[in-house]
């Protein structure tokens, strides 16, 4: 990457696809932001940018990466695929740019020291940890096929209330259609996966609308 393209895309910010962070340090937080790119629709990381987009750079790039390449091979489960590059900014100083592709291999999870999983997806600029829904959705969304379903009370109970709300949560649908919250949810991860429904995660509850002919 030239220093002309780095410089544009910073200008741009923090988004859907781009993370800025200042320095390595605590990259057991870091790999959290390189899962969710993975999961999601890919993105870069930039080592050595500030909040405030600006382009600072480190002093020894080589031991960030080394830090940085730790990190991944011990928190990220299944590995990632990435790629880094150094770009250099001043006479002794450096951006680490990860471009993290999307993933085929999702849900990738990172792994703490009890062995704790936790999977992550992109929303914005910020990263949050995936729902049970999503990483359904994710691990059968691998899978390329024909998703069917019977249309039946339910479904029907489910269209009802999109028509009146526009966008149920999982609770939402479950309390209407007067069912158990995990049928509620499998309903909707099918319903999803079949392109009748688009699932839009949220920190606290994701979100379900029709999707988009």
Known sequence: ???????????????????????????????????????SGGGKLFVGVGDDRTIKGVK???EDEYT??????TYCFPKLDYRLERIPVDTDREVLVLTIP???????????????????VR????SIQASREMREIMRR???KRDVRFQYGDKEEKLMKLLDEKQTVT?????????????IASNTLVVLVLANVL???PHEVFDHFTVAMA
């Open 1 to 39: 990457m030239e220093l002309r393209l780095l410089k544009e895309l910073v200008r741009r910010g923090e988004g859907d696809h781009v993370e800025f962070k200042l320095k390595s340090n605590h990259p057991e937080k870091i790999v959290r932001e390189l899962v969710a790119f993975a999961n």
């Open 60 to 62: 020894d790039s080589f």
């Open 68 to 73: 940085l390449v730790k990190a991944i091979d």
């Open 102 to 120: 999307r993933s085929l291999d999702k849900p990738h999870y990172v792994v703490d020291s009890s062995g704790m999983k936790k999977a992550y």
């Open 123 to 126: 929303v914005a600029d910020k």
């Open 141 to 143: 969304g691998r899978f």
């Open 170 to 182: 999982v609770e939402l649908f479950a309390a209407a259609a007067g069912i158990p919250r995990k």
């Open 198 to 200: 688009e699932v839009h």
